[in-house]
DNA sequence: CGATCCCGCCAAACG
DNA sequence: CGTTTGGCGGGATCG
């Protein structure tokens, strides 16, 4: 059974007579396919400094196929400098596609990242709207506010195993609360959308349908994030991400395509600076840390495939891992196991109090006191970014938020937690609205 | 060798 | 029906 899939087979068969797809370099490489090298700005990219190092000329290195030159991340730091200009703000797929080169395909995934956090919104079909980094902040929030409702709905549940349990899954944003930033996202995203009142004559249609949407890459993006926003210790492991983002049910080969889908999202993020690779200290275990505010990329002018000389540390991937620099606590020495905030129905309040009030980090909360609310760069190089009216890190603060356990009674009692979220998590993506 | 993740087939979801 | 959107997983690359 298991629907799904089972088809495809497909079996690639990279035979695919190359034909007339590429448009443009007709190289026919010695390693497979190697359609084209090209890319580099098409139309007139902006050009600032450019030049400046040496030869101008691009990708004149033939090097064989790399696959850096394509990744998502890339394409993704590529795609924000052409359109993270003031004027622009509306955007065609297609455009997009041929401006920078790549498939269509490609296009998709990016955009599709880019709306969960905030930076876009569908208009319509082949059309999309440009919000800029400004909308992370309130993307932000609304997820937060979101993963913090959901959580205290079903946190504290006895045994509870198997999944299917006709849960009250919350849903949908409030729209419309306040009204002081015209918030970004609006229909589509989120889950859920039972049919009150149907349309006429609609028999037996459960809603069996959706289920491409409970497995969309903006979905996953989302609840990655959420992730990040509600968890201490802010690193994670695409491997344990994935174990939690998932049921318990692990079926390995459904692993390892979420954990794909992980890869290509976390290449996205950290493009866009959300996220940061780093190396779990002692575990060689390479994982992700939230960093909070979008940045674009300091250095304007696309970045195309550099060439094997002055790698200038990519955003990740490439060296330059730092050796984790997890805050200056002793705490769980045991293990990493991402393990999620929410103790005392108190804490949660006070976060809904937090953000419902808006701005003014400046209120202190009862016993626990914002320890480290500063968290600053490990003094790596200065980077200067001036953000306008930069929208805080009501985020760090969060984070440094939960008091911290010393007692590891408590510690352990958290993995309970772990496992009453893998259940609500399960049914939050796996929706069985009755 | 295992971790990473690009490519693009091909099927749902819309017109 | 043609298109647009986008799961999904083979298998090439990277480290």
Avoid at 5 to 29: D, K, R
Avoid at 160 to 189: I, Y
Avoid at 390 to 400: K, P, R, T
Wanted: aromatic letters at 6%.
């Amino acid at each position: 059974m298991d629907a799904a899939s089972a088809s495809s087979s497909a079996a690639a068969g990279p035979s695919s007579s190359s034909g007339a797809e590429p448009p443009a370099a007709a190289a026919v490489q010695p390693p497979k396919v190697a359609p084209l090298v090209q890319l580099q700005a098409p139309q007139q990219l902006q050009r600032g400094a450019a030049a400046a190092s040496g030869s101008g000329g691009v990708g004149c290195r033939h090097h064989a196929y790399s696959r850096k030159q394509k990744s998502l991340g890339l394409l993704c730091s590529n795609f924000v400098a052409l359109y993270d200009r003031e004027d622009v703000e509306t955007i065609g797929l297609d455009d997009a596609a041929k401006r920078l080169g790549v498939e269509r395909r490609r296009i998709y995934d990016i955009v599709n990242v880019l709306e969960s956090v905030g930076i876009l919104v569908r208009r319509a079909k082949n059309r999309y709207t440009w919000l800029g980094f400004e909308g992370v902040p309130a993307a932000m929030k609304e997820l937060k506010e979101r993963a913090l409702r959901e959580m205290s709905g079903s946190a504290v549940l006895p045994p509870m195993e198997e999944s299917s349990t006709a849960n009250l899954s919350d849903d949908e944003d409030d729209e419309k609360l306040g009204d002081a930033d015209e918030d970004a996202d609006s229909e589509k995203l989120s889950q859920s959308m039972d049919n009150t009142s149907d349309k006429p004559d609609a028999p037996s249609c459960r809603l069996r349908s959706d289920h491409r949407k409970e497995k969309s890459l903006g979905l996953l993006t989302q609840n990655f994030v959420k992730l990040f926003l509600t968890m201490e210790v802010e690193t994670v492991s695409l491997d344990e991400a994935a174990r939690l983002l998932l049921g318990e049910g692990h079926a390995e080969s459904n692993m390892r395509t979420k954990v794909r889908r992980l890869y290509d999202i976390a290449n996205v993020l950290s493009s866009l600076n959300l996220i940061e690779k780093i190396q779990q200290a002692d575990t060689r275990k390479p994982a992700f840390r939230w960093l909070g505010q979008a940045k674009r990329k300091q250095e304007n002018d696309f970045m195309v495939a550099q060439p094997p000389a002055r790698p200038s540390k990519r955003a990740f991937g490439t060296d330059l891992t730092n050796i984790d620099n997890k805050r200056g606590r002793f705490d769980s020495t045991t293990e990493n196991k991402p393990k999620l905030m929410l103790g005392a129905g108190n804490i949660v309040k006070s976060f809904e109090r937090q953000l419902g009030q808006g701005n003014k980090n400046d209120f202190v909360y009862g016993p626990f006191h914002p320890a480290v609310a500063k968290k600053q760069e490990t003094g790596d190089h200065a980077v200067k970014q001036q953000e306008r009216k930069s929208i805080e890190d009501w985020e760090n603060l969060a984070v440094s938020f939960r008091p911290q356990y010393q007692n590891q009674a408590l510690n352990d009692l958290f993995g309970h937690y772990v496992e009453a979220w893998k259940s609500w998590y399960l049914d939050l993506t796996r929706e069985t609205s009755s």
